[in-house]
């Protein structure tokens, strides 16, 4: 199976059905009027969940097995407390 890879310039959000963290990521990162784009995991962690996680951790550099899976300009951020310090940091420099 062939994985998305994370997006140049703007969020890649890897996210999945139910996943209440996912929208919240969402939502802030629209609030703050940003680019992003939503991979929608289902189809990865039904038919090969071991691969999806090893090509996490290829793009990561860390192991990652929780959702949302949040990267900007392809360099991995983290889920959601990692990605609201992120987004902190970033509307601080006033884009």
């Given at each position: 199976?062939?994985?998305?890879?994370?997006?140049?310039?703007?969020?890649?959000?890897?996210?999945?059905?139910?996943?209440?963290?996912?929208?919240?990521?969402?939502?802030?990162?629209?609030?703050?009027?940003?680019?992003y784009?939503?991979?929608?995991?289902?189809?990865?962690?039904?038919?090969?969940?071991?691969?999806?996680?090893?090509?996490?951790?290829?793009?990561?550099?860390?192991?990652?097995?929780?959702?949302?899976?949040?990267?900007?300009?392809?360099?991995?951020?983290?889920?959601?407390?990692?990605?609201?310090?992120?987004?902190?940091?970033?509307?601080?420099?006033?884009?």
């Amino acid at each position: 199976m062939n994985f998305e890879t994370p997006f140049e310039n703007n969020f890649t959000i890897y996210s999945k059905s139910g996943c209440p963290n996912c929208r919240t990521v969402k939502d802030l990162i629209k609030k703050a009027n940003l680019q992003y784009e939503i991979i929608d995991c289902d189809d990865y962690l039904l038919e090969d969940k071991e691969n999806f996680l090893l090509f996490i951790k290829s793009y990561s550099k860390i192991e990652w097995k929780s959702f949302p899976i949040v990267f900007f300009n392809e360099e991995f951020i983290g889920g959601l407390n990692e990605t609201i310090k992120y987004l902190d940091k970033l509307i601080s420099f006033d884009f």
